[in-house]
């Protein structure tokens, strides 16, 4: 991925790591094959300014909450399909609610998802968890999207990577909703989904 023209918006309670919620986690899609409907989007969508992502019941889709509305994204006969699905229904969820972001301008030498995570490293303070936002201009971008077509006891990590459909978006206008980690017991989760912006 490479962006240009692109600023970085930060929770302002960054440095509280309770602000992040998680609800199950992935591990468990493996360990025990649970990919059911775990977390009700329309029960977490009751706080305002409510941000999230996880993946779609059954591995059927990327859940988006942003700014408190439920996106869908699913991969239709290999193209992208986005809808509202407030709704919707998670395997596992990491979300936050956000009142109020502080912006900071990002580096020209920040291009790809491998420099954003190092230059986020250098924003927080150490055993943090954080919500982010970044608007740019996407030059290029790689993304997908699951479609996991089997049986919950047939899943393996294989498997759901070869479940992933590519897709791609140039010189467009995106968002990014991610959230960063540091916490050891989180494995140093860089997490994020790209959304073309619309035109207002």
């Known amino acids: 991925m490479r962006l240009v023209s692109f600023f970085l918006f930060f929770a302002t309670t960054l440095a509280q790591a309770a602000d992040v919620h998680v609800i199950g986690e992935m591990r468990r899609m493996f360990t025990d094959h649970d990919i059911g409907p775990n977390v009700d989007l329309s029960q977490i969508n009751v706080t305002a300014h409510v941000y999230g992502l996880g993946p779609v019941a059954g591995l059927k889709g990327e859940i988006t909450v942003l700014d408190g509305e439920t996106f869908v994204s ?43 995570a190092w230059f986020l490293e250098r924003q927080f303070h150490k055993n943090t968890r954080s919500p982010f936002l970044v608007r740019g201009t996407a030059v290029a971008c790689r993304y997908h999207i699951q479609n996991f077509m089997g049986k919950a006891e ?7 990577d070869r479940a992933k459909v590519f897709l791609e978006v140039t010189n467009a206008p995106v968002e990014l909703v991610g959230f960063f980690t540091n916490l050891e017991k989180d494995g140093g989760t860089l997490c994020t989904w790209a959304k073309p912006r619309m035109s207002t």
């Open 74 to 116: 699913q991969a239709v006969a290999e193209r992208p399909r986005v809808a509202l699905a407030p709704s919707a229904k998670a395997v596992f969820l990491v979300y936050a609610s956000v009142t109020k972001w502080r912006s900071v301008d990002i580096p020209a030498a920040v291009v790809s998802e491998t420099d954003l």
């Open 154 to 160: 047939d899943l393996t990590h294989e498997l759901h």
